[in-house]
């Protein structure tokens, strides 16, 4: 014999999540029964990955995914990796690059639906600091700073960095530039021209989000003071 089980809806049209008992019984007098245990759940419509496409090479990161609907029955996914030799991705979805190069990961549903969304991530040696020399923290009008930034290591795969002034409007500067013969040097300089304070910051571009800031007090000199009489 055959039977339909056939989920209910209350009284918004939203279908009923839980387990019930289903048992089925000989009507030939003896009563043979057997039961089993249905659980009625929410599926998963969607899955999509929400996390950046790159990564660095020892520094810890997360897959990230969205799940639809909010209140699906079982959000849990597996997730995979296809050159474990660059990503060996942890069953929590957490990852830290092993080494360079370009890698599928991919996470899939596990309750029933086989839903799944991969992403390709590109792994790099990052940037792990940015050492500054040559500015002063306190400088009077008039005098100039010439900074020198040293960007490590030499093998990060992208050295650039982009230099932020908090105010403007109390020094003169130029951008970095790099030192020639080099990849990973720079140098400019930075000219007090009215009093305040700023903020001079170096960050790298490689999305590290590493950066090295000095503050910077810009004030009036002091002039020589002749005292008649003495």
Excluded: H, W
Aim: charged share 20%.
């Amino acid at each position: 014999a055959n039977g339909l089980v056939t989920p209910k809806k209350d009284d918004k049209g939203n279908y009923k999540t839980g387990t019930c008992t289903i048992s089925a019984i000989a009507n030939d007098g003896f009563g043979a029964r057997k039961t089993i245990d249905v659980l009625i759940a929410i599926p998963v419509e969607s899955i999509q990955i929400n996390s950046k496409n790159y990564g660095f090479i020892g520094i810890k990161d997360k897959l990230n995914c969205i799940i639809l609907p909010e209140n699906a029955t079982e959000q849990k996914l597996v997730y995979t990796s296809s050159d474990t030799s660059i990503i060996d991705i942890q069953p929590n979805g957490e990852y830290t690059p092993k080494a360079g190069g370009t890698v599928t990961l991919t996470a899939t549903t596990t309750d029933g639906t086989n839903l799944s969304d991969s992403i390709n991530v590109k792994v790099e040696v990052g940037v792990n600091s940015i050492n500054v020399t040559g500015l002063d923290s306190k400088l009077d009008i008039g005098l100039t700073n010439n900074y020198e930034v040293e960007v490590l290591p030499e093998n990060a795969d992208n050295k650039r960095i982009l230099m932020n002034v908090s105010d403007p409007s109390v020094v003169e500067y130029s951008t970095p530039q790099l030192v020639e013969g080099t990849t990973n040097k720079y140098t400019g300089y930075v000219k007090a021209i009215a009093s305040g304070s700023t903020t001079i910051s170096f960050i790298a571009e490689d999305g590290t989000n590493v950066y090295s800031s000095n503050d910077m007090l810009i004030t009036v000199p002091v002039k020589d003071m002749n005292f008649d009489g003495y």
